[in-house]
């Protein structure tokens, strides 16, 4: 299986890009707020308790099935930080090698004046998502939204581009083995 794990900061355009690539290209879509929200039933906020630890046992399990069942190509979203998360990014890259997930670490970073322009969409209003400008740049001051840091790693400034621009960069990325062919960073 095909794994593209698209990660940023809140607003970065993660789940608009999976969305295309599920909509335009027929990826599964599995993204973040499916195992947050799933999890969000039962505990009483976000980060109670072992909710991290749980919401990241349903994430593997989900994905672990993905590819049991054979789904070819998958896209995974998660606001997910190399520098502060980087013990459970250990943990999913090596669950990735022993499930035989081929992953494909797609980092969207965006400069922040368009970070705190989107998180104010009305699509986020209704969700569970960042969706205060105030909470966002704090979070942007106190957390620096690395690339996970894998061979097969992209990082795309999506500052100018669509959300087909972006998942036609994707498909050519996976398409030709990752950074084996095309460049590292576009922008």
């Known amino acids: 299986m095909k794994l593209v794990w698209i990660h940023g900061g809140p607003a970065a355009g993660k789940l608009t890009v999976a969305t295309c690539l599920n909509e335009q290209f027929g990826y599964k879509l599995f993204h973040n707020h499916l195992a947050v929200d799933l999890s969000l039933?039962?505990?009483?906020?976000?980060?109670?308790?072992?909710?991290?630890?749980?919401?990241?046992?349903?994430?593997?399990?989900?994905?672990?099935?993905?590819?049991?069942?054979?789904?070819?190509?998958?896209v995974l979203t998660s606001m997910t930080c190399n520098d502060s998360d980087s013990e459970e990014v250990e943990k999913y890259l090596s669950f990735f090698i022993r499930e035989g997930i081929d992953v494909y670490p797609i980092h969207l970073n965006p400069r922040l004046s368009v970070l705190l322009e989107?998180?104010?969409?009305?699509?986020?209003?209704?969700?569970?998502?960042?969706?205060?400008?105030?909470?966002?740049?704090?979070?942007?001051?106190r957390t620096k939204f690395l690339k996970i840091e894998h061979e097969n790693t992209l990082s795309i400034d999506n500052s100018n581009l669509t959300p087909l621009e972006v998942s036609k960069i994707?498909?050519?990325?996976?398409?030709?083995?990752g950074n084996k062919i095309i460049k590292k960073n576009i922008v």
Do not use: P
């Not at 998180?119 to 979070?139: G, I, W």
């Not at 050519?172 to 083995?177: A, L, P, Q």
């Open 118 to 141: 989107r998180c104010v969409s009305e699509s986020r209003q209704s969700t569970n998502k960042l969706s205060n400008a105030e909470s966002v740049s704090d979070l942007a001051k």
């Open 170 to 177: 994707i498909m050519s990325h996976v398409d030709n083995g």
């Open 41 to 74: 039933s039962i505990y009483d906020e976000f980060g109670d308790k072992d909710f991290l630890s749980f919401t990241n046992r349903i994430r593997r399990l989900v994905l672990s099935k993905a590819r049991e069942i054979g789904v070819s190509h998958l």
